[in-house]
Every structure is written in structure tokens, then in C-alpha cells.
């Protein structure tokens, strides 16, 4: 399934489930979950608004995330779980997190960052091909 040329590739409800996706090239947001859903293996690039926006108790993971004009990742509410993804070249943040309870492990980022950490979030290592030793948490 692709997504082009929308305000946003893909808007789903509650509890939705995507899974191998494409969403590229809308003037808004590739993907916008809400609670409860989950996102796998889909690919979020070159869209006009951030990549992939998700809500509550959400799980994003395996996807491939760039060039978006917004950020890459934003998880925007409690129990989200961002792992395994690939994140790079993205006008604003590679991952932006809103959610103080957020588990944001095992993402690749190139050129990218994670902001907006709280103190309570779980991040593990994101492998920072440009700087290797930030891959190191102290």
C-alpha cells in the first residue's frame, strides 16, 4: 500500500495495526496511529510534515524513517515503544519524544537525534554511524 500526494498517508484508529506500508511525498504526516496501535517493517520518507506521529500505548518498530521535512519519529503519549528503527536525514528531530514514559531502544539514527528525552524515559544505544562513541550511555 502507498501513500502519495495526501495531506497524510495514512490516518488510523484505535488499535489499528500497519504493517509493510509506504507513505511518501504527502504535505502532512506519513503515518498518524492512534492509542493502542502498532507500526512494523513500513517506510515513512520525503513527506512534507514528520514521519511517523503516534498516540498512546503504541509500538513502532522496524520501520525506515528520512527525509522527512518534520521530524522522524514522534511519540506523543504514555506507553509508547519505539525499537529496531532506522532513522536518518530528517529536517527536525529522528526521534522526538513527548512521553515521559516512553521505551526508545535499538534505533539507528544517521545525521539524526533523539530530543526532548525525560528523565524517566528508557533509551538504550542508537547506533550513531557519525559519532560511534555515542552509542555509549555513561
Known sequence: TEGVGAAEGF??????????????DNSGAGFVLAPGSSI?????????????????????NDNH???NVGNGIV????????????????????ILINDPFAVVIRNHLEIDDINNVAASVLVGPANDMTNP???WIP
Open 40 to 60: 512494523t517493517g513500513s517506510v515513512a520518507s520525503t513527506n512534507t510534515g514528520d514521519g511517523i506521529v503516534i498516540g498512546a500505548d503504541t509500538n513502532v
Open 11 to 24: 490516518i488510523v484508529g484505535q488499535s489499528s495495526r500497519i504493517s509493510d506500508c509506504v507513505a511518501n
Open 75 to 94: 511519540l506523543n503519549a504514555d506507553g509508547t515503544h519505539c525499537e529496531g528503527n532506522y532513522v536518518s536525514v530528517n529536517g527536525g528531530s529522528g
Open 133 to 135: 562513541s555515542s552509542n
Open 65 to 67: 524513517v528520512s527525509g
